[in-house]
Structure formats: structure tokens, C-alpha cells
């Protein structure tokens, strides 16, 4: 019995089970340098598990100083995530030089190193910094018909762009952030934030409208003298008479509403949706899954700006609608909002780390901006103003 046994092992080791996979993982960014300042990197993880198929699990992130915006671990989706990360030498001595920065993921390290190098921005032969004078986040901004820039963000901030320079904060009366703002021709503005805050009036005379919706508002939209807006838990709504009439369209937030044509379109994390009323919505098909983060109606037909999930940076712009919705190339990074030409065919694309203008029939340019932001503005000709990280912004000078 024994001899039996022993000629089995024998026979299973000279067979052997053939090599055995084993999980790997890449770690990188989208750039070794930034000035740590007004620049952030996007951290990227790509995972295969022990059976070739995409990782799944959580990837653990290091670093000896600076900070990941959005925590320090990645939650892998089909095999990928990422992260940005931001080390300011204002704020630590210790990020100006060398930074290592390492990934672990089921028992395996990765790691690399990015180089951050303070910048003097006024030497920027394209840009110029432009301090908010606030060190608050500003999450939207629009423009009136004289020039004027509105933008609005943390704590119920409100302030003004004029002439390349920021004034002083407007009194809103509220502390709750502000997500989303509108101006008329008159200069009438309509801002919505959390907590249903609504405001409406001239700057100088902003009156709360009165309602019973409780919702963070994520959207603003006027059409035929009627308000709708978008909120973060996926419900979008008509403002009738004195209250707002709501729909429970999705389970996630909405970040966008534009309208086009005969309908409206929202966009959000779910994906797009139409309606011709403002009150019964309904899936708008488009060829890609993804985290939609703005809309925007031209003569050329409806655009949608996004990313391919919830936790890629992965960028993606789509022009449609209908079956024939057409894609275009995006340049790497987190993109964050996108600004049309004012009597120009430009289109221009925030993201994390950078700005970018598309001409017609050309690829993206990288405007080797100084900072990435929230929010873009077009101000005329080559000129825009991107709102960037808390009390910063940058003014495209030529």
C-alpha cells in the first residue's frame, strides 16, 4: 500500500498542476511632477485576480505626507480605481521634494515617486492666478451679460469676478453649501444649495423662495418662466404655484439639468433622463455607462460630460442624442465641468489637474494650466476663468 502511494505522489509531481496564476496590480499617476499648490495628481490602480479576471477588494494607499482627497483606501470596480492626491508646501514644509507614495492589495505593495516643485505662478506665461480671498471651495459660476462672474460654494458663499479680481463675499443669509447657479438677462441670479436652499433675486436683494423640499439641491434650471432643479438623492423637481412638485427618478444624485430642444435632460451618477414635462422622466439610451456630471444643449445637438464610473477618473464627452450618439477623446484626469466658446465653436474641459480646449476638427489641447477646478467660465476669446481648490482661482491671460 505504501509503495502504491508513494508511485502516486510521484506520478502527481512529475504531472505537476501547471504554473499557478497569481494576482497583480499596477500603481502609477498622471504626472511625476506638480508645484503641490494649485495642482493635484490622480492616482491610478489596475488589478487582475489569482484567476485573470478583474480585481475586486480594497486597495490600501500610503503616503509619508499629503493627504488623499478622498480617504486612503480604493474600492476596486471591474479591476480599477483611483484617487487624488494633494501635498501642499503652504500647508507642510515637508511636501516640497520627493513624496512616496505606496498601494497594497491582498499581501502586495506597490510604490513610486513624485517629485512636487513650488511654482511661482506669476511667472506663468499663460495664466494667472487670481486668490479668491475666501479659503472656501467654490462649486459653480455664471456670467452675465455685462462680464460679471458669480460664483457660489461652501457656507453660503457668494462673490463676484470683475475686472481680474474677486470682490468681497455677498450676504446670502444662509451657511449651507451652494451648488448651483443661474443668471437672466436682466442679471436676476437663482442659486440652489443643500438643505433645499433656494435664492432668487438681484445680488444685492436675494430673497429666499419658500417651499417644502429638504433635499441638497445639485441643479438649477428657468424655462418659460418656470424653476426646476436636481437633487442629491436622485429626485428632480417642477416649483408650481408656492411648492415643488417632485419625482423619485433615481436611487443617486443628480448633478446637471439643461434643456434641449422640446425636453429636458438630467444628468447624474445614474445616467441620463428625459422628459417633455419637468414631471414624468424616463432613461435617455446613450452607448456608454457612465457618471454623468454635466449636459449642455448647442446647435450641434446635446453633450454629456462624464466619467466611466463613480470611482475611475476616466473621462468621457458624448454628443447625441438618439442611436447615433457620437464620442469623442478625452485627455487623462478627473474631469469636473465643461465651458462653450461665446461666438466660437471652442469647447473647453476642467479637470482635476488641468484645463483643456478642443478647436473644431482638432484634438484636445492641453493647456498646461496651473491648477485643475470645480468649475469653468468663458469670458470671451481665448479668455476663461476656471474655480479652482479652496481660495484659488486662475484667469487664462492669452
Not at 196 to 213: I, M, N
Not at 283 to 309: C, F, I, K, Y
Not at 323 to 338: C, E, F, I
Amino acid at each position: 500500500m505504501r509503495s502504491v502511494l508513494a508511485c502516486a505522489l510521484t506520478i502527481v509531481s512529475l504531472l505537476g498542476c501547471g504554473p499557478a496564476a497569481t494576482v497583480d496590480f499596477t500603481f502609477s499617476a498622471d504626472r511625476q511632477t506638480f508645484d503641490g499648490r494649485s495642482q493635484r495628481a490622480i492616482v491610478s490602480v489596475v488589478a487582475v485576480d489569482d484567476k485573470g479576471a478583474p480585481g475586486t477588494g480594497i486597495v490600501e494607499l500610503t503616503s509619508g505626507v499629503g493627504t488623499f482627497v478622498e480617504g486612503s483606501q480604493i474600492a476596486l470596480v471591474a479591476g480599477e480605481g483611483s484617487a487624488t492626491f494633494r501635498c501642499n508646501p503652504n500647508e507642510d514644509a515637508a511636501c516640497a521634494g520627493q513624496v512616496r507614495l505606496g498601494a497594497t492589495w491582498r499581501g502586495q505593495s506597490r510604490s513610486f515617486t513624485l517629485r512636487v516643485t513650488p511654482s511661482d505662478p506669476a511667472t506663468h506665461p499663460l495664466w494667472r492666478v487670481v486668490p479668491t480671498l475666501q479659503p472656501v471651495s467654490l462649486y459653480a459660476a455664471a456670467v452675465t451679460a455685462n462680464g460679471t462672474v458669480w460664483a457660489v460654494g461652501q457656507n453660503g458663499t457668494l462673490m463676484s469676478f470683475v475686472n481680474g479680481a474677486w470682490g468681497a463675499p455677498v450676504p446670502t443669509g444662509v451657511t449651507s453649501t451652494l451648488r448651483s447657479i443661474v443668471v437672466d438677462a436682466s442679471g436676476v441670479l437663482t442659486i440652489v444649495g443643500d438643505q433645499g436652499v433656494v435664492l432668487s433675486g438681484r445680488p444685492e436683494a436675494l430673497q429666499r423662495v419658500q417651499h417644502t423640499l429638504t433635499d441638497d439641491l445639485s441643479a438649477v434650471l428657468w424655462h418659460d418662466q418656470r424653476l426646476y432643479v436636481a437633487t442629491r438623492s436622485g429626485v428632480l423637481a417642477r416649483y408650481d404655484s408656492n411648492d415643488f412638485e417632485t419625482s423619485q427618478v433615481s436611487g443617486l444624485p443628480f448633478n446637471s439639468l439643461v434643456r434641449h430642444g422640446q425636453q429636458f435632460v438630467a444628468a447624474g451618477d445614474e445616467g441620463l433622463f428625459g422628459s417633455s414635462d419637468g414631471q414624468t422622466w424616463a432613461r435617455v439610451e446613450t452607448p456608454v455607462l457612465a457618471r454623468w456630471l454635466e449636459v449642455h444643449s448647442d446647435a450641434d445637438g446635446l453633450w454629456a460630460l462624464g466619467r466611466r464610473s463613480t470611482l475611475s477618473a476616466e473621462p468621457i464627452l458624448i454628443r447625441g442624442p438618439g442611436p447615433d450618439w457620437k464620442s469623442t477623446s478625452l485627455p487623462t484626469g478627473g474631469v469636473q465641468a465643461m465651458s462653450w466658446g461665446t461666438g466660437s465653436a471652442d469647447r473647453w474641459v476642467v479637470t482635476d489637474t488641468s484645463v483643456f480646449r478642443q478647436q473644431v476638427g482638432s484634438a484636445w489641447e492641453d493647456l498646461e494650466a496651473p491648477s485643475g477646478g470645480n468649475a469653468i467660465v468663458q469670458l470671451g476669446g481665448t479668455s476663461v476663468l476656471v474655480i479652482g481648490p479652496p481660495g484659488v482661482s486662475i484667469l487664462r491671460i492669452r
